[in-house]
Structures are given as C-alpha cells and as structure tokens.
C-alpha cells in the first residue's frame, strides 16, 4: 500500500503528535511493500523529526471558501504530488487539511478524515436554524465538504473516542457513516520511567504537572485557582505547566495577581517532557472539551494518577477510582479535596499509579498501527 498523510503543519499539538507516530511507526513496523508519505502546507516543525524528514514534503496549499464569491483555491501543486505518489490511502488531519485536501479530486485512492475533535462546521444545522454570520459559515462548509466526499468515491472517518463517534454518526448522512472507533496512541516505551532514574521532586510537597496549549479551550486559570486554594489550606503543592499560546500573559499576570510565583512554573514548549513527567507526582488536565487527551495517556504510561475535568472525550481514558479521578463541574475546591486526598494516602496512590502504568499499555502505538492497517486493508 502507499499511504498518504496530510496536516497543515508540525506546531505542538496532540494530532501533529499522533500523526508523527503513526508515519514512524509505518515506515518501522509495517512490510517493506508499504510506503507513506507527509505532507505539509508550510514549513512549521516544533517536534523533532529528523528520522522522517526524507518522508515529509512542503506543498504550500490554501482553500478559501466563499457564499456569495467563487471559492478561491490554491491546490494544483498538491493535487500533482497526489497522482505522482499515486496513493491507496490518503489519510487527512484537522479542518484545514480536510478542506484543502479533499478540494482535489482523486478517487482512485480510499479517503480518511481523522477526527481529532467534533469539528464544529459537522453540527446539525439547516437552513431555517442558521441564527449567526458562524453558522452559515458552518453550514456550507460542510454542505462543501460533503459534496467533495461522494464526488471522490466517498469517505472513511477515524473517531479518536465514543463521544466523537457519536457526535459524527449523528451528523453524517447515512451513506457516509463509515466512521471507525480507533483512540490515539503513543510510544509507551519512551515514557517508561527507567528504573535508574532518580526523583529530583521533594517528596513533601505534591507536585503537579499539566502539559497542553496556552488557550481558553484548556482553561489553565482553573488550574491556577486550585493551586491558590492549596495554599491557602497549607497544603504543600508545586504546579508545572508546559506549553505556548496566547493565554500566557494573562496567565502570567494571574499569578503574580495571586502571589503564586513560587507555586506555579510555566515552562513553555518542550520537545522531551518525560523527565518533567517522571518528576511529578500527579497530572491534572482542565479542558473545557477534550476529544481524547494524548498527554493523559503519556502521564498514565509513566505511572501518575490523572484528576481530569470531564472534557468529553476523556472519559475513555479516566477509569473513575481506578487510574484517576473525572471532574464534572469547575468546582475548585471539589478538585482541591481529590488531590489532597490521592497525594496523602500512599497505598491508595500506588494502585492508582499501576493501574494507570497497565491501562496506558493499552494504546501503545504498536498496537494502534495494527489496527490501522487493518481498517485501510479493508477499505481496499
């Protein structure tokens, strides 16, 4: 088979993450009769890359979709690399990717749309329902994409977790709903704590760690609410947050407001976080909405307990009780308790720490591209 991946860029990111797993993991695992190729619209790597540069190609492409206009596209470049590849499988990723590769016509290969999040244009709307500028936006978005589905043989779509998969076979037309289950996965030998390693952390203080996006979306003000309220119980606690994004200077701001600076580092972006990982004790996540939670699985594979608030897709991944413990409502001192509670009983936190170690090898990506290369073999 050749197999074809398509995103608009490498920036930090959970499906930039899993897309680069997935192509290293073809080229290493699967026969030698299978090629992959990646491509991307523009130059932006922030992850190390370097065993599958030769894989990866730069193909500047845009799509720019009008109502009342002609839809301007810039896409014959890609489009040529398409038929001189001639791929059996083009596999794409993001709303953006999904626009512009599927503005291409090539029905000779099988079509997959990786569906890392709800993708907000895919929502029930007809026209009578339409009550804003987004809305109608919406609406023809995806009456366009549906329309480049069928005109290239139809589509194939990879639900990361149930809540997306429900939320699409609800929203796709019936002759569309070939939609797969298949949760994302990570190289779990890369954050197996090695058994030289030795903890750097002060073992009396609880130290917390979250790794995500500096944006509304993953909601890190919560997290700085619970760390003030830590405090002001006298509870012993250290924060790590690690990523980049335009909610830094608020953030930044928020804690100094709070007197938090000696409670809470912001590490920005990290290509290895493991160490930072292996060094903590708990992982706390606060997305507002989640399609699946990457991170928690590579927190899980290191063996910390997860305190999640329910973002929606991560209720796969959060076996309440057992691995961590899902938070249905941004109540900062409901979150505060769990933590105390976890952190101080030391033999409940070590069931908790294996159990997370033995559910996280679940999706090892090994496995996933099993799995994978089965969906493609059966799409053919």
């Known amino acids: 088979m050749k197999i074809l991946h398509i995103i608009p860029n490498l920036k930090k990111g959970g499906a930039e993450r899993i897309v680069i ?13 299978n090629q992959v190729k990646l491509i991307l ?11 599958i540069l030769d894989l990866i190609e730069i193909i500047p492409s845009k ?6 206009k ?7 470049t890609l489009q040529k690399a398409i038929e001189n590849f001639k791929p059996d499988i083009i596999h794409s990723h993001l709303f953006e990717g999904e626009i512009v590769s599927r503005s291409c016509y090539y029905p000779a290969a099988k079509w997959f749309t990786h569906l890392h999040d709800r993708m907000r244009s895919f929502e029930n709307l007809n026209l009578f329902k339409i009550r804003s500028k987004r809305d109608l936006t919406n609406y023809f978005e995806k009456k366009y994409l549906l329309n480049r589905y069928l005109l290239n043989g139809g589509n194939h779509f990879i639900a990361i977790s149930e809540d997306i998969e429900q939320y699409f076979m609800s929203a796709l037309p019936r002759k569309l709903q070939q939609v797969y289950l298949l949760p994302n996965a990570i190289d779990v030998k890369r954050f197996q704590k090695p058994e030289n390693h030795i903890n750097i952390s002060n073992k009396d203080i609880c130290k917390l760690i979250s790794i995500g996006r500096l944006d509304k979306n993953k909601n890190h003000q919560l997290l700085v609410d619970i760390v003030s309220n830590l405090k002001s119980r006298n509870f012993p606690v250290h924060l790590e947050i690690i990523g980049e994004g335009d909610q830094r200077k608020n953030l930044e701001s928020k804690i100094s407001n709070l007197n938090l600076n000696s409670e809470i580092s912001l590490f920005g972006i990290r290509e290895n976080v493991q160490e930072n990982l292996w060094n903590s004790a708990l992982y ?4 507002i909405s989640e399609g699946f939670g990457l991170t928690l ?14 973002g929606g897709g991560n209720r796969d991944l959060v076996q309440e009780g057992k691995n961590g413990f899902l938070i249905h409502s941004q109540k900062v001192e409901l979150f505060s308790n769990v933590i105390i509670e976890l952190f101080q009983n030391q ?4 069931c908790f720490s ?6 996280a090898k679940q999706f090892d990506i090994n496995l996933y591209i099993d799995k994978l290369s089965i969906i493609y073999k059966n799409s053919i």
Not at 284 to 287: I, R, Y
Not at 297 to 310: C, R
Not at 347 to 350: A, I, T
Request: proline residues 2%.
């Open 297 to 310: 699985l590579e927190a899980m594979a290191v063996g910390l307990p997860v305190i999640s608030l329910d």
């Open 21 to 33: 797993d997935i192509v290293r993991a073809i080229r290493q695992l699967t026969d030698k009769n």
């Open 70 to 76: 002609k839809n301007q596209l810039d896409i014959s």
């Open 41 to 51: 619209f523009e130059n932006n790597i922030e992850y190390g890359v370097d065993d």
């Open 63 to 68: 799509v720019q979709l009008s109502i009342s």
């Open 347 to 350: 033999e409940k936190y070590n």
């Open 284 to 287: 706390v996540h606060s997305a």
């Open 354 to 359: 294996q159990n997370a170690i033995d559910f």
